[in-house]
């Protein structure tokens, strides 16, 4: 199972920006799809996630600006509002599921797409 994540890119403060991630692979049950974030100096948190069955979960620091949403069964995007240079961080695509290979889900990472707020 492979995530591709894109959309990253420098954005003034204020302004917006879309992430997109998509699964590839031998993927046949998703229980969720999350973006996390690191920031320069600090552990990876959680921004905002996504159930199967559409159940959304944001961080506080940026609920009411940034939005995520499944546009096809197997993508994710996260819609970025009001960008801070506080989000300034890199962006990773999270899923919990099952492939076809394994008897159990399994995290599996993207490999990270930058976003960088200047203000």
């Known amino acids: 199972v492979q995530l591709q994540a894109s959309g990253g890119g420098l954005v003034q403060a204020g302004g917006s920006r879309r992430l997109s991630c998509t699964a590839s692979?031998?993927?046949?049950?998703?229980?969720?799809m999350a973006w996390y974030r690191q920031a320069p100096g600090k552990q990876r948190e959680q921004v905002a996630s996504?159930?199967?069955?559409?159940?959304t979960y944001y961080a506080t620091s940026v609920r009411g600006r940034f939005t995520i949403s499944r546009d096809s069964a197997k993508n994710v995007s996260l819609q970025m509002h009001s960008l801070k240079p506080e989000d300034t961080a890199v962006y990773y695509c999270?899923?919990?599921?099952?492939?076809?290979?394994?008897?159990?889900?399994?995290?599996?990472w993207g490999q990270g797409t930058e976003v960088t707020v200047s203000s």
């Open positions: 996504i159930t199967s069955l559409g159940i």
């Open positions: 692979g031998s993927i046949i049950t998703i229980n969720s």
């Open positions: 999270n899923l919990n599921g099952r492939s076809s290979e394994a008897t159990r889900a399994h995290e599996y």
